[in-house]
Each structure stands twice: as structure tokens, then as C-alpha cells.
């Protein structure tokens, strides 16, 4: 018996000693791994352009010449679904009053449902260093009964044209573009209570189509991407403030009053065609733009200090007495060579 009990004393020893070593040799079931960080939902938009001409809805605003541009815009995803974002953007340009340059302010909000996505916002456009065109007092004449001030009266007795020191306005818009497989369309609408600062309410519907090639129809062993696409647009104008309008009897210069209450600014039809080739960050753009705006009608509207004149004794009360001719709105081609990024691209 006794030899029984020292056996089993003797065993549970070396299993006491050996504890230790087999628990060693255990596997530990390891820690789990911290949760990856959640992805912050701010984002940046940036880039820069170089334009042989700055059209806009068919009109030049660099007078025909070279136009560099230039934007930054913060954006913030709610979800995958909802953006929010605001941004500045700046453009050179060549005004009939010499303004400095275009600087715009916009933000809003870019909703998506599955392949249809939308777009409403507002949008500032300032032209800073504006000077008036026509030099005459900011007070109107009189005896011609128009009441107020303005920031500068119209003399128009140099080009037949005018144009006010400030041009700046706003338009609120909303976009839609729906993708269905490789192509994307849909329309814009934007709208102003005073375009440009004519004193005219203004309205801009277009549709917008575009084909962007697979990756198999890529270009240079596939690193060039492709697309073509085109824009056809209506703009509806209203009528000016008294600051633009002619004499009641359409006389001809030199002109000091009485003027009419404004001209009924000419609405047209202007649509775009183009192609273009991407590659990584690049797009090259080339588009051919028109609009139905006569060269007369243009003049009027654009107060083109370089119109050209015109024959004198049209029909009372036109828009444009002095017939004078503007290419400022005529069909033109631009190239466009622009570079596009995200902050969320580089990481």
C-alpha cells in the first residue's frame, strides 16, 4: 500500500513540473486585429487649363484669344450616395469693360441613385477691375426721364456700344446625368434674375450626350483614352435695363437721349461638338462651337468694343440702330489641354 501511495505522490509531481513546459508549447489564440480606420469622408478637387479661346454658351469671353483657367474645390461624401462641395475657380478673359479676369464662386449638393446622377447648386460669377465703356456721367441726363443711378450712363456715340462697370451675377442650377453602359446624357437648366448684369432675367436649357470608349478601344497600347461628345442649348434673355437701351426714334450717334426702358435682349439657339483623349491625369479637348446670334444682334449683346460699323438707319426702335457687327458670337474651334485630380487619387 505504501508503495501505491508514493507512486501516485511521485506522479503528481512531475505532472506539476511539467505543467508549465506543455502550456508553453499551447497555441495562444491571438488578439484580433484592430478595425482599419474609417475613411474620411472630405475630399479635393483640383486642376488647371490651357484654351486657344473661353467660350461660354457659344460666346467668346477672352475676345478670341488664349484663356488659361484654374480651380480648387473641397468636397465632403455624407455617404456613397450624397457629396456636398464648394469651390473657387478663375479664368482670364477680355470684357467689353476690361474687367481683370473672371473669378467664380459656387457650391451645392451631387446626389446619386444607382446610374442616374444629380446636380443643384448656385454659382457666382465676379468680374473684378471692371471699368465703364462709354465714359459718360453716373448720373442719366436731364430731361430724358429716367430716374435712379447708374455706375456709369451710357455715351455710345464711340462704337454704337456700352457696357457697365460691374457685370457680375449669379445663376442657381440643377444637372442630371444618367449612364447607361458606356454612354452618359442628360439636361442642364440654369437660371439668373440678371444675366450678366444686362438688367435681363435669363434661362439656359441644354442636353448634353457623350460616348466614352471602353478599355478595349483604348488608344497606344491602351494608355490613351477617348470620348466624344456634344451639347445643344437655348438661351432665353429678357429685356435690359434702361442703361442698354437706344433712342426712341433709333437716331443715329452721336446719341444723348432720350433712351427707351432697355432692349429685348436676343435669345439663341448654341450647340458644341467635340472629341477628346485622356490620359492618366491629362484630357485633351478639341471642340467646334456655333451659335444663331447674328453679327448685329452679337454686337448689341456682347457690346463688343471692337465691333465693326455698320450701316446707320435701320427700323426704329432695334436693338442695334447703328448696325454695327460683332464675330464675338460666330462658330469657333478650341483646343483645350486640361489636367484634373483628387487628393483621394494620390493616396
Same mark, same amino acid.
Request: charge should be negative; proline fraction near 4%; include cysteine.
Given at each position: 500500500m505504501k508503495k501505491v501511495v508514493l507512486s501516485v505522490v511521485a506522479a503528481v509531481a512531475v505532472a506539476a513540473v511539467a505543467a508549465p513546459v506543455f502550456a508553453a508549447d499551447m497555441a495562444v489564440k491571438a488578439k484580433p486585429a484592430a478595425p482599419a480606420p474609417a475613411p474620411s469622408p472630405w475630399d479635393l478637387?483640383?486642376?488647371?487649363?490651357?484654351?486657344?479661346?473661353?467660350?461660354?454658351?457659344?460666346?467668346? %469671353?477672352?475676345?478670341? %484669344?488664349?484663356?488659361?483657367?484654374?480651380?480648387?474645390?473641397?468636397?465632403?461624401?455624407i455617404n456613397s450616395d450624397w457629396q456636398l462641395y464648394a469651390g473657387v475657380s478663375g479664368e482670364s478673359i477680355h470684357f467689353a469693360n476690361d474687367a481683370a479676369a473672371e473669378i467664380d464662386f459656387y457650391g451645392g449638393v451631387r446626389p446619386t441613385f444607382g446610374p442616374l446622377a444629380l446636380d443643384f447648386g448656385v454659382w457666382e460669377y465676379y468680374y473684378p477691375g471692371g471699368q465703364c465703356w462709354g465714359n459718360g456721367p453716373t448720373q442719366p441726363p436731364a430731361g430724358t426721364g429716367i430716374g435712379g443711378t447708374f455706375q456709369c450712363f451710357a455715351v455710345p456715340w464711340m462704337s454704337g456700344n456700352q457696357a457697365k462697370k460691374n457685370a457680375s451675377f449669379y445663376e442657381a442650377y440643377a444637372k442630371a446625368t444618367y449612364t447607361m453602359g458606356d454612354w452618359a446624357f442628360g439636361p442642364t437648366f440654369f437660371y439668373t434674375p440678371n444675366y450678366a448684369n444686362l438688367g435681363a432675367d435669363g434661362k439656359y436649357l441644354s442636353g448634353i450626350v457623350k +460616348?466614352?470608349? *471602353?478599355?478595349?478601344?483604348?488608344?497606344?497600347?491602351?494608355?490613351?483614352?477617348?470620348?466624344?461628345? =456634344?451639347?445643344? =442649348?437655348? %438661351?432665353?434673355?429678357?429685356?435690359?435695363?434702361?442703361? +442698354?437701351?437706344v433712342t426712341a426714334n433709333g437716331a443715329a450717334a452721336p446719341i444723348v437721349g432720350p433712351f427707351i426702358n432697355g432692349i429685348k435682349e436676343p435669345s439663341y439657339n448654341t450647340w458644341n461638338v467635340g472629341l477628346g483623349?485622356?490620359?492618366?491625369?491629362?484630357?485633351?479637348?478639341?471642340? +467646334?462651337?456655333?451659335?444663331?446670334?447674328?453679327?448685329?444682334?452679337?454686337?448689341?449683346?456682347?457690346?463688343? *468694343?471692337?465691333?465693326?460699323a455698320g450701316r446707320i438707319g435701320l427700323a426704329p426702335n432695334t436693338i442695334n440702330p447703328l448696325g454695327n457687327t460683332s464675330n464675338w458670337c460666330g462658330s469657333t474651334f478650341i483646343a483645350k489641354l486640361s489636367a484634373d485630380l483628387t487628393l483621394g487619387s494620390l493616396k
Open positions: 478637387a483640383f486642376g488647371s487649363a490651357l484654351m486657344t479661346d473661353y467660350v461660354f454658351r457659344g460666346i467668346t %469671353q477672352s475676345g478670341h %484669344q488664349a484663356s488659361v483657367a484654374a480651380y480648387f474645390e473641397p468636397r465632403y461624401n +460616348y466614352t470608349a *471602353p478599355s478595349s478601344m483604348a488608344l497606344w497600347n491602351g494608355a490613351i483614352g477617348w470620348y466624344v461628345s =456634344g451639347e445643344f =442649348g437655348h %438661351q432665353w434673355l429678357g429685356t435690359s435695363d434702361p442703361f +442698354y437701351g483623349f485622356t490620359w492618366k491625369v491629362f484630357t485633351l479637348d478639341l471642340r +467646334y462651337t456655333d451659335t444663331d446670334l447674328s453679327k448685329t444682334e452679337c454686337s448689341a449683346f456682347t457690346s463688343d *468694343p471692337g465691333a465693326v
